[in-house]
């Protein structure tokens, strides 16, 4: 008998899990208390945007396999449950709230039946799965719990689900593993690498590649500002060590730095548990890191007032790019709307135009200002920077858009542009670790 599904939490990792597991031919019930966002998927529509999702979401909605409800009664019968809710940083800490991990086991516990499988999917800190278990112990003991952490990247969110580079799972028992070996039969089928972890090997593996992450970006834009001070190309210096098997050339694009919803909480809250754990020194470098992550947007602040002036109350700033990546409307923890606020703050009259993050950038700086075209967003401006790496600003009419700038001044946030195409098109260009032309 095929296994039944349920996905608690139906944010960006559950709406994109569920869907996935939908697909490989298993009937999923998406759970969430937020019945505007459940009327929303039920009518196939995303309240985020991610490649390709809004299409599977309607395929499978329409298959009959696919519902979602905010009853948590109607997951009696599922037999494995993945838990996908958000862990945000705490207000006012650098650790992780896990009040709705906690809550959802909660209202789940009342309505698991006997061999029920509950699976962690959240981000979490170690640790955590040991202690829903033993709440499960108490509140629902014909249950088990295993853990299978997400390592989902924003725009690659299907792939990453039905076609990952590996799958960890972290579990207690044999029987646990063969549940999930059913689960992801499908994508075991593609030769997927199966790692069966304990649980607190498998909640840590999530932060400690994050973390490796973060620090690989930190790493090149701390080159970044080694070559402005020395006279280097910070560009060249990335594709010569990336060469090197060991390091790799994946995310040494020195710019304005990480943010989203992953990585920065991610860290911070990592070294607040290596704290309570006694182990505050061996992550005390994260802080750097993190230190050198927001370091990279002033320096980004300070090119422009040195290329106009320290009082900007005068000048006219194009953003190109909102979001904190390409392929994606997620403007948390965004680099490139942080330095468009902080203009604008400091006095400028800012334009921003992205091609997806718009409607969440106004919500989040309703006082910027935003344009509908790049055309729209250039008009007349003193400067204009490029923040978000998308594919379009790649290819734009350099000569064109000189025609439309009060000055043909350009800073390349991402390392990501041209800097002939852009010469060539009269432009005075501009970019972290580079010397200028």
């Keep these: 008998m095929t296994l039944v599904l349920s996905v608690i939490g139906t944010g960006y990792l559950g709406a994109t899990h569920a869907a996935c597991m939908s697909s490989l031919g298993f009937n999923v019930i998406g759970v969430d208390t937020d019945a505007s966002k459940i009327a929303l998927l039920a009518q196939g529509q995303l ?28 997951l009696a019968d599922a037999d494995v449950h993945f838990i996908c809710v958000g862990t945000p940083q705490k207000e006012n800490s650098l650790a992780a709230d896990l009040s709705y991990v906690e809550g959802s086991l909660a209202a789940l516990a009342p309505h698991l039946k006997p061999g029920s499988l509950v699976v962690g999917k ?14 499960l112990a108490s509140s629902a003991p014909q249950a088990d719990l295993a853990w299978n952490p997400e390592f989902l990247r924003e725009g690659f ?15 207690t028992n044999d029987r646990a593993e063969e549940i999930l070996r059913e689960v992801y039969a499908p994508v ?20 400690a590649a994050n973390s490796f992450l973060a620090t690989k970006i930190s790493f090149i834009n701390a080159m970044a500002e080694i070559c402005e001070a020395a006279g280097g190309d910070v560009t060249v210096l990335a594709k010569a060590i990336g060469y090197d098997p060991r390091i790799g050339n994946r995310f040494l694009q020195a710019g304005i730095g990480f943010g989203g919803g992953c990585l920065p909480k991610d860290i911070r809250a990592f070294m607040a548990r290596a704290e309570e754990l006694g182990a505050k020194q061996a992550l005390e470098f994260l802080r750097e890191i993190d230190a050198i992550n927001l370091r990279a947007r002033t320096r980004v602040i300070d090119l422009v007032r040195s290329l106009l002036a320290q009082d900007l109350s005068s000048y006219t700033i ?4 909102a ?25 400028a009259k800012v334009t921003v135009h992205d091609p997806k993050a718009m409607h969440a ?28 790496e998308w594919r379009e600003y790649r290819e734009l ?40 032309l």
């Excluded at 969110?157 to 590996?166: F, G, M, S, V, W």
């Excluded at 392929?327 to 400091?346: F, G, K, M, T, W």
């Excluded at 950038?361 to 204009?384: I, M, N, W």
């Excluded at 858009?401 to 542009?417: F, S």
């Design 318 to 321: 194009a953003v190109l790019g």
């Design 188 to 207: 075991l089928e593609l030769g997927t690498p199966w790692i069966r972890a304990d649980l607190p090997t498998a909640e840590l593996v999530k932060v």
């Design 361 to 388: 950038a106004k919500k989040r700086f309703p006082a910027l200002g935003f344009a509908q075209s790049v055309e729209e967003c250039l008009a007349g401006a003193d400067l204009v920077l490029h923040l978000t």
């Design 157 to 171: 969110a299907i792939e990453d689900t039905l076609r990952p580079n590996r799958l960890v799972v972290g579990v």
């Design 397 to 436: 009419d350099t000569a064109h858009l000189k025609t439309l700038v009060k000055t043909p001044i350009v800073i390349d946030g991402r390392n990501a542009l041209d800097r002939d195409t852009w010469i060539k098109g009269g432009w005075d260009f501009h970019a972290l670790g580079r010397k200028s």
């Design 122 to 135: 959240s981000t979490v800190p170690v640790g955590t799965a040991q202690k829903l278990t033993d709440i």
């Design 323 to 347: 979001a904190f990546k390409p392929e994606s409307d997620d403007v948390r923890d965004s680099p490139a709307l942080d330095i468009a606020a902080q203009l604008h703050a400091a006095g």
């Design 47 to 74: 309240p985020f945007y991610e490649p390709g999702l809004e299409e599977l979401l309607q395929q499978e909605l329409a298959s009959g396999r696919l519902t979602f409800s905010t009853d948590f009664s109607m």
